[in-house]
C-alpha cells in the first residue's frame, strides 16, 4: 500500500467519505487491506468500508477517539487489548471506542475449524485427515500452561516494571529445533523468560507484591473461556502455529495464513466487533 504523508492524510480521508458508511480507524500501519477484508466480512456487506486508517498505535487511536465528533462523522477506532486486558484493566470509556476482547485481533483468527480447511487445502487430504493430523486440542494443550504463566508474568512487569521489555521479544527466541528439524516451544526458555520478568518486578516492588499481583493474573487468565486470547496473537500464537502446520507438510507465508485464517475463521468470534461496526453506522448521539 503506498504510504502518504502525514499532511495529505486529512484530503484522503475527506476524499473516502462518499464511498463508505463510516470511517475506521486502527493501530498498525501496512495493516489497513487485511482489516478492510476483515471488517467488510465482519459486517457481512450491510456496512460500506471502502478504505481503512491507520494511525501508527494504540495512544494515538485512543486519543483520536477522544477529540473525534460522531455527529459531523461517524467513526468506529479499533484497539487490542495488550497487557492491559491481560491485567483486567478496563478500556478507556469513549464513544465509538471498541477494545478487542483479547490480546489483539489475531487471537480472535485462530480456531480449529480455520486451520483444517488451510492445512486440507495445502496438503491435499481430507478435512477429516487435517483434523486427526493437526490435532488442535494437544497442540494447545503444549503450550498453553508454560504461554499463560509466561503472559502473568509478563503482566506482572508491565504493572510493577514497565521499562522491562516483554513481549516485543517474541516467541522466537523461546523456541528450540528439534530433531527432524521442527521448531517448537521450549518450556525452559520460557521458564527464564518467566523468571526474568518477576524478578525485574520484584526489584521494584518487592516479592510478596510481585507474586500476589503474578497469582492473581494467572487466576484471571486461566478462567478465561479462551485462555489463550491472554497470549499475543500476532507475535506468540500464529509462529507457533506456522512451525506447527510446517510440521505437517504445510508451509504459507505467515501474512497469508494470517488472511486465510480471518477468510475461514469462526464468525462467532466476532460478535462484538460486529456490534462496533453496527453501533457505529447507527451513530451514537
Known amino acids: 500500500m503506498i504510504k502518504w504523508p502525514e499532511r495529505a492524510k486529512a484530503a484522503i480521508r475527506k476524499l473516502f467519505e462518499p464511498l463508505q458508511d463510516i470511517d475506521v480507524y ?8 487485511f482489516y478492510k477484508s476483515l471488517l467488510n466480512k465482519v459486517s457481512e456487506g450491510n456496512i460500506k468500508i471502502a478504505r481503512v486508517f491507520a494511525l501508527g498505535g494504540r495512544k494515538k487511536v485512543v486519543d483520536a477517539a477522544q477529540h473525534h465528533d460522531q455527529v459531523s462523522r461517524r467513526a468506529l477506532f479499533v484497539i487490542d487489548g495488550d497487557l492491559d486486558w491481560v491485567l483486567g484493566v478496563p478500556p478507556p470509556n469513549i464513544v465509538g471506542l471498541h477494545q478487542h476482547d483479547a490480546y489483539c485481533i489475531e487471537n480472535l483468527l485462530v480456531s480449529e475449524k480455520a486451520l483444517c480447511t488451510i492445512l486440507s487445502e495445502e496438503i491435499i487430504v481430507t478435512e477429516d485427515d487435517a483434523t486427526r493430523l493437526l490435532d488442535f486440542k494437544s497442540w494447545i494443550r503444549s503450550v498453553q500452561d508454560p504461554l499463560l504463566e509466561l503472559f502473568a508474568a509478563f ?13 516485543a521479544h517474541g516467541v522466537g527466541i523461546m523456541c528450540t529445533k528439534q530433531q527432524g528439524g521442527d521448531t517448537a516451544l521450549d518450556a525452559s526458555k520460557v521458564a527464564r523468560a518467566i523468571n526474568k520478568a518477576l524478578t525485574t518486578s520484584e526489584a521494584k516492588a518487592g516479592k510478596q507484591n510481585t507474586m500476589s499481583m503474578y497469582q492473581k493474573t494467572l487466576s ?3 478462567a478465561l473461556a479462551f485462555p489463550l486470547h491472554a497470549v499475543s496473537g500476532k507475535d506468540f500464537l500464529l509462529p507457533l502455529l506456522d512451525f506447527w502446520l510446517q510440521s505437517h507438510g504445510c508451509r504459507v507465508k505467515r501474512k497469508t495464513l494470517r488472511m486465510r485464517l480471518a477468510t475461514n475463521g469462526d464468525s462467532s468470534r466476532f460478535v462484538a466487533l460486529h456490534g462496533a461496526i453496527r453501533g457505529a453506522a447507527r451513530g451514537y448521539s
Not at 26 to 33: F, Q
Not at 160 to 166: I, R, Y
Open 26 to 33: 486502527v493501530e498498525d500501519t501496512n495493516d489497513e487491506a
Open 155 to 167: 503482566a506482572t512487569a508491565k504493572a510493577l516494571a514497565p521499562e522491562e521489555k516483554t513481549v
Open 220 to 222: 484471571r487468565l486461566k
